[in-house]
């Protein structure tokens, strides 16, 4: 069986959020319909797995299932069920809201501190926004440790006065994001 086609995966993770979305119970059957019909066409079906303040989309062979179950008996590779985050604190779907929160942090860090620590809570912004879609003050010591050890370096070509500041103006970041400048 070929694997799930990009625009098959696209269109099930659109459908799910419309379904969510939709206030009228008919119209998020309706869109579930058609993002079944359209998994089934590949031998796939789909589940939301929901979790604390997450939910995830995960797309599977239609062959792992058993009485209505995942049975683990029939998983010969795990690699083959897709997942996408659908709701979250960091689902693309926040990702403007996230943007307009780690702009004002930046601008904040700017306007207190000066350029230099402003140009890179901004660089710091860009990594945390685009490759993990959640706020600033919600990146982990190691999201930190990886803008520091290979993003900074290597997208941001910082000045030296920047190379000075950095772990400066993650201090001034963090202590303002706390304070919620938007």
Same mark, same amino acid.
């Given at each position: 069986?070929? @694997? %799930?086609?990009? /625009?098959?995966?696209?269109?099930?993770?659109?459908?799910?959020? %419309?379904?969510?979305?939709?206030?009228?119970?008919? =119209?998020?059957?309706?869109?579930?319909?058609?993002?079944?019909?359209?998994?089934?066409? !590949?031998?796939?079906?789909?589940?939301?797995?929901?979790?604390?303040?997450? =939910?995830? %989309?995960? %797309? !599977?062979?239609?062959?792992?299932?058993?009485?209505?179950? $995942?049975?683990?008996?029939?998983?010969?590779?795990?690699?083959?069920?897709? /997942?996408?985050?659908?709701?979250?604190? =960091?689902?693309?779907?926040?990702?403007?809201?996230?943007?307009?929160?780690?702009?004002?942090?930046?601008?904040?860090?700017?306007?207190?501190?000066? /350029?230099? !620590?402003? /140009?890179? &809570?901004?660089?710091?912004?860009? #990594?945390?926004?685009? !490759?993990?879609?959640?706020?600033? +003050?919600?990146?982990?010591?190691?999201?930190? @440790?990886? #803008?520091?050890?290979?993003? #900074?370096?290597?997208?941001?070509?910082?000045?030296? +006065?920047?190379? +000075?500041? $950095?772990?400066?103006?993650?201090?001034?970041? @963090?202590?303002? &994001?706390?304070?919620?400048? +938007?």
């Amino acid at each position: 069986m070929a @694997e %799930l086609p990009e /625009e098959t995966i696209e269109e099930a993770t659109r459908l799910t959020k %419309l379904a969510r979305r939709a206030v009228d119970p008919e =119209e998020a059957s309706a869109y579930r319909t058609r993002r079944a019909r359209s998994l089934a066409e !590949h031998g796939f079906t789909a589940r939301v797995r929901e979790g604390d303040a997450t =939910e995830t %989309l995960v %797309l !599977h062979p239609t062959d792992w299932v058993g009485d209505g179950r $995942i049975r683990t008996d029939r998983i010969e590779d795990v690699d083959r069920a897709i /997942e996408v985050q659908v709701a979250g604190p =960091e689902s693309p779907d926040d990702w403007d809201r996230v943007e307009a929160h780690n702009r004002a942090v930046a601008r904040a860090v700017r306007e207190a501190h000066g /350029e230099v !620590h402003g /140009e890179n &809570a901004e660089a710091f912004a860009d #990594f945390i926004g685009n !490759h993990y879609a959640k706020r600033i +003050d919600d990146a982990t010591p190691s999201e930190r @440790e990886e #803008f520091l050890a290979e993003y #900074f370096v290597r997208n941001v070509w910082p000045s030296e +006065d920047q190379k +000075d500041a $950095i772990e400066r103006s993650l201090e001034y970041v @963090e202590r303002l &994001a706390k304070n919620d400048p +938007d």
